[in-house]
């Protein structure tokens, strides 16, 4: 059975780093990504990595602060977050795509969610 097991998060003050990993179990994936979503807003794409070649992908909000990467061996991804801000407070999710078929763009596999807080 697929599985995303999501760690980190936390509460940090503001121009502080977090680091969230998102542990990847019962088949391969194509894209990795993470998302983030405050209450009563749409959920918003961070960054995304593609497992096989690592391209990684970022929402420009986050560009220059936020690096996402994996370490195939430990099938696991990472995002690093730093230089936090007021506006990175939200839930954060990692999410995967099947590697091949019809829904490979689709994230299909999500993780449980983690809060991150960042107080000013």
């Known amino acids: 059975q697929a599985q995303l097991e999501q760690t980190g998060g936390g509460l940090v003050q503001a121009g502080g780093s977090l680091t969230l990993s998102c542990a990847t179990s019962?088949?391969?994936?194509?894209?990795i990504g993470w998302f983030r979503q405050v209450p009563g807003r749409e959920r918003e794409f961070v960054a995304a990595?593609?497992?096989?070649?690592?391209?990684?992908h970022y929402t420009d909000a986050v560009k220059g602060r936020f690096t996402i990467s994996r370490d195939t061996a430990k099938n696991t991804v990472f995002l690093q977050m730093n230089s936090l801000g007021s506006g990175d407070t939200a839930a954060y999710y990692c999410?995967?795509?099947?590697?091949?078929?019809?829904?490979?763009?689709?994230?299909?596999?999500w993780g449980q969610g983690t809060q991150v807080t960042v107080s000013s």
């Open positions: 999410a995967a795509t099947p590697p091949d078929g019809p829904r490979t763009h689709e994230y299909d596999y």
């Open positions: 990595i593609s497992w096989s070649g690592g391209e990684a």
């Open positions: 019962g088949r391969n994936f194509g894209t």
